[in-house]
Structures are given as structure tokens and as C-alpha cells.
């Protein structure tokens, strides 16, 4: 227990001691070189501006949380059913697949005033912004995962006679999970960047808003330092999000997925 | 499915394999792949039922593409192939391949179990049929976890638990030891030796160690480079049981150094 406790010491330590100069030197900066709060507002100003609206971050965090973790989860099962689509039948994978490929090449800005007009403003278009940003690494993880498989073991598979239903049920879907989980990462991370471009174009309105509505507010507005909360909201967010998919992804592969030995 | 058969070790004593109809008929087998490699050419090879034959040859000269092509896993494009009388006979035959090829996400029991699974058997006579094979392999204690809580050695030891699930009366062992160190290895040709003895199925053993093949081996059969060809066949008339006492035997050197010689000609 000790020597967890000391590793996770060494480990956060030197991204601690890192993000305490930074924060001293930036001080440091505005206050010597006397810049307008409104232009680069030093990390006290951040830390008061934050503090000072607490409860609305935090609604507003919670709201893009949702979005986001909404439109990841829309993704997850959307990407693994194309995937799965993709390594069944060869003739809509290659009648399909570039189109896929227009959801990661498409700048998501040029799309959005069309979610907005065919969906309107709210939750449901800034989910759909999210699930569009992330679904693309889901496809074609869950298609490589569902195709890319061990000979050895597909042959164990032809020569018990093994039926298509059992070869996809007992070989194919589970050697598949290690590569969605590698996907789930990637797209988890992509849904809240997603959730809070939505939310620039298609949030919410007054009452109720997410991150990405309070960012654009407050750079309206030149509050800076609240714009700096509200991005550093932002940034814990995806941490968070990914933190949690990864865990749970290493916990899942640390299970059954560990590589063989074969010596 | 699961039954087991009457003991089969009274139907044959040591030799007379030859009098009843043979496990398997080569005749004239060659193998060109769509590529125009030819990666076999006109393999005659007779294997007596219960025999236990071993192939040595040199790194890629087909052994492997042979042991595939006769569990049909590969068709062959020259001659015929036939197994205990029948051309398509496959229920009979297992396959050990050179990596263990175990699911990561079964436990050991659940991949000892699943050639009974594909085959639609009956699960309580399995479960127990398993057990006593993951006994016989010396991993009773083992059957709960997982293929990467295990060693390599007794990775192949599932392997080979899995193989004899089906009572096959062939067993196709393609360099199964190949990864494994020497003293492992030796214990697991000790083990292999031993099941063998127990059911005397048939088995067709690939492998580049000349000292496994002759500890193995009714008879050894050596291949020349590709296209794969049978160039030597060479009986190790030593006495059955083997123990671990043949390896130090001058008769067991004598063949080891013969047929070491005549893979060498081959490389």
C-alpha cells in the first residue's frame, strides 16, 4: 500500500511541480509586465473568477458532461453496428466506406448551422455534433476488430466445423472488444471537444447552458478570466471522460485480454 | 460424443499397426499455391493406425503445409489424401499448432471445453471430460484461470488438452514445442509420450529437433527443402515405453546423429 502510495507520488509530481511554475511564472508575467486582466488575467484572477461562479461551472460542466457522454455513448453502439455491418458484408463496406470517411474529413463548423436548422437549437443537436465527431474512430475500430483475426485460430474454428453463428459469437465479437476499447479512448476524448463545438453553435440559450455557450459568452463580454474557468472546466471534463473509459477499457483488457506468452 | 472407447491399447502391439487399414494414405501429394509456389511435390507417406510418425525438415520446406493440408485446412492440387479409409474424414483428426491459439477470454476449462461446444455436444459429460483431461495434462488445479495467468508450457498443455477433447483418433502436431526451452520441452515430450500410450491415436508430428522426433517416434520421416519432398523414412526401433533413459541410450544418439546427418544434406 505504501509503495502504491509513493508511486503515485513519483508519478504526479513532476506534472505538479510543471503546472506550479507555470502558474508562478504566468503571475509573475501579468503582474511585471502589467497586463489588462481582460487580455491575459493571472491565475489568481482565474482561481477568483472560478470560485465566484462555482455553481454555475459546475451546472454548466455538467450539462456538456451529459452532451458529451450522451453523443460517446450514441457512438459506442452506432460504430460498433456499422463496424459490425462493415466485416459482414464486403459490398456495403466498400458501397459505405468512403462516406464514412466524409464524418472525419468534414469540418464539423459547416455542418453545424444545417444541425441547427433541421434540429434546432438544444441538447439534442449539440448530442448530435458529439456523436458525428466521435462515431468515426468507432467505425473503423470495431470494422479492423471484426476482421482482423488470428489464422491459427480461425482454422481451430473450420476444423471443429464450427457454424458462422459460433464463429462470430465465440471467436470474432470477443476479439473485437479489445480493439473497440481502443476506439471507445480516442472517441471519448473527441465527444466532449464535440459536445462543446456544439455547444458554440446550438447551446442552449440563458437559463440552461453548457460550457462551450459559457465560453462564447464570456469572450462576448471580454470577461477573461471567467473564459479561463470555463476552459479550464473544459479541459477536467475530457480529462475526466477519458480517464473513466480508459480505466474501465484497462480494467476489461487487464481481465481477459492479456497478451499469451509463448515462451 | 464424449464416450470414451474400449481401451485401445490391445489392438496393437508394438509393429503390427501395418496389418490393419492405415490412419493415413498419402500418394503422390503436391501442393502449388495460386502464387505458382509449389510448396509440395509427390509426398507418399502410409502411416499405420496408432503410429506415431514424425516429420523433420528443413525451415519452410512444407512439413507445416502438409500436417494443414491433411486436417484439410489447405487443399492439396496433386494426388489424393485419405484418412482411415475415407477422403473427407476429419471428425476423427485434432490439431496442435505451434502457438497455443487459446481464447484470452475463457478460462482454461472454458478452452479445453469449446471443440465439445462447436460440435454441439452434451455439457455435463464435457465439463467432467474435461476436468479429467486437464488432469491428465497435470493442470487439475489450474482449470479456473486464465490463458495469461499460465506459462507458455502450460499454455501447450491446454493446447493439448483441447486437442484430446473430441477422442480423436488422428492428432496433428505442428512444432508444438517449438517456443518452449529445452527442459520444458523435455517434459512435455515425456507427457505427450505418455498420452500417446494411453489412447494410441495416430499422430503426425512436425518439428525441426531431431532428438524430440526420435524420443517421439515410431518412425521418422525427413523432407527436403521446397518443394517438399520425403527423402529419408527412418524406423526408431527402440523399445516403447520411452523414458527419459533413451536420451543418454548409444542406439538413440546413433539415430539422432543419422537422421541429423540427413537433414543437413537437405539445408
Known amino acids: 500500500m505504501a509503495a502504491r502510495a509513493s508511486a503515485l507520488v513519483r508519478s504526479a509530481l513532476p506534472p505538479l511541480t510543471l503546472f506550479l511554475t507555470v502558474a508562478a511564472l504566468w503571475h509573475g508575467a501579468t503582474a511585471i509586465l502589467n497586463i489588462p486582466a481582460f487580455v491575459l488575467p493571472g491565475p489568481a484572477d482565474v482561481a ?3 470560485f465566484a461562479n462555482g455553481a454555475r461551472l459546475v451546472s454548466a460542466t455538467g450539462l456538456t458532461a451529459v452532451a ?17 455491418a462493415f466485416s459482414q458484408w464486403p459490398l456495403v463496406r466498400s458501397s459505405c466506406y468512403p462516406y464514412a470517411i466524409f464524418l472525419q474529413t468534414v469540418p464539423i463548423v459547416a455542418i453545424a448551422p ?9 441538447l439534442q443537436s449539440v448530442i448530435l455534433v458529439a456523436f458525428i465527431v466521435s462515431l468515426f474512430p468507432m467505425i473503423t475500430n470495431a470494422t479492423a476488430g471484426l476482421t482482423t483475426l488470428d489464422r491459427d485460430l480461425l482454422a481451430l474454428f473450420r476444423l471443429y466445423h464450427a457454424s458462422r453463428w459460433q464463429t462470430l459469437t465465440k471467436l470474432r465479437l470477443p476479439a ?11 472517441s471519448s476524448g473527441l465527444s466532449v471537444i464535440g459536445a462543446i463545438v456544439g455547444e458554440f453553435f ?62 | 460424443m464424449t464416450t470414451r472407447r474400449p481401451a485401445p491399447s490391445s489392438l496393437r502391439s508394438l509393429g503390427d499397426g501395418l496389418t490393419g487399414s492405415p490412419a493415413l494414405v498419402a500418394e503422390g501429394v503436391g501442393l502449388t499455391y495460386a502464387g505458382g509456389i509449389e510448396a509440395l511435390r509427390n509426398v507418399d507417406l502410409t502411416v499405420a493406425d496408432g503410429q506415431f510418425v514424425s516429420i523433420v525438415g528443413p525451415s519452410g520446406c512444407g512439413k507445416s503445409t502438409f500436417l494443414k493440408a491433411v486436417a484439410g485446412l489447405i487443399p492439396i492440387t496433386h494426388g489424393t489424401l485419405t484418412l482411415r479409409g475415407d477422403s473427407d474424414r476429419r471428425a476423427d483428426v485434432a490439431f496442435v499448432f505451434q502457438s497455443p491459439t487459446l481464447l484470452t477470454w475463457r478460462t482454461v476449462l472454458g478452452n479445453v471445453e469449446l471443440p465439445n461446444e462447436l460440435r454441439g455436444g452434451g455439457r455435463s459429460t464435457a465439463r467432467s471430460h474435461a476436468r479429467e483431461l486437464l488432469a491428465l495434462v497435470g493442470l487439475a488445479d489450474f482449470a479456473d484461470r486464465f490463458p495469461s495467468e499460465l506459462s ?91 523414458t527419459p533413459d533413451h536420451r543418454s541410450d548409444p542406439g538413440f544418439a546413433a539415430y539422432v546423429r543419422e537422421i541429423g546427418a540427413r537433414l543437413r544434406e537437405e539445408v
Not at chain 1, 444545417?114 to 438544444?122: H, V
Not at chain 1, 440559450?205 to 462551450?212: K, N
Not at chain 2, 499454455?155 to 529445452?182: C, H, K, N, Y
Open chain 1, 48 to 50: 477568483r473568477e472560478a
Open chain 1, 68 to 84: 458529451a457522454l450522451s453523443g460517446f455513448c450514441a457512438s459506442l453502439v452506432i460504430g460498433c453496428l456499422i463496424g459490425f
Open chain 1, 114 to 122: 444545417l444541425i441547427i436548422i433541421w434540429f434546432g437549437t438544444g
Open chain 1, 176 to 186: 473485437a472488444v479489445p480493439f473497440v476499447i481502443a476506439g471507445a479512448k480516442t
Open chain 1, 202 to 263: 446550438a447551446g442552449y440559450g440563458a437559463e440552461r447552458y453548457g460550457l462551450g455557450y459559457l465560453i462564447t459568452l464570456t469572450s462576448g463580454q471580454l470577461k477573461t478570466a471567467y473564459l479561463f474557468s470555463a476552459v479550464l472546466c473544459s479541459t477536467a471534463l475530457g480529462l475526466v471522460m477519458f480517464g473513466a473509459i480508459s480505466a474501465i477499457g484497462n480494467a476489461v483488457l487487464n481481465r481477459w485480454f492479456r497478451h499469451q506468452t509463448h515462451g
Open chain 2, 152 to 242: 507458455g508450457g502450460m499454455q501447450m498443455r491446454v493446447s493439448l488438452a483441447r486437442a484430446l477433447m473430441t477422442d480423436p483418433r488422428i492428432m496433428l502436431l505442428d512444432e508444438p514445442f517449438g517456443a518452449l526451452d529445452d527442459l520444458t520441452r523435455q517434459r512435455l515430450n515425456e507427457d505427450l509420450h505418455r498420452i500417446w500410450l494411453r489412447d494410441r491415436w495416430t499422430g503426425l508430428f512436425v518439428t525441426h529437433n531431431v532428438s524430440e522426433a526420435v524420443y517421439l517416434s515410431d518412425r521418422v520421416v525427413v523432407m527436403s527443402s521446397r518443394p517438399g519432398q520425403i527423402v529419408a523414412d527412418v524406423p526408431i526401433e527402440l523399445s516403447i515405453p520411452r
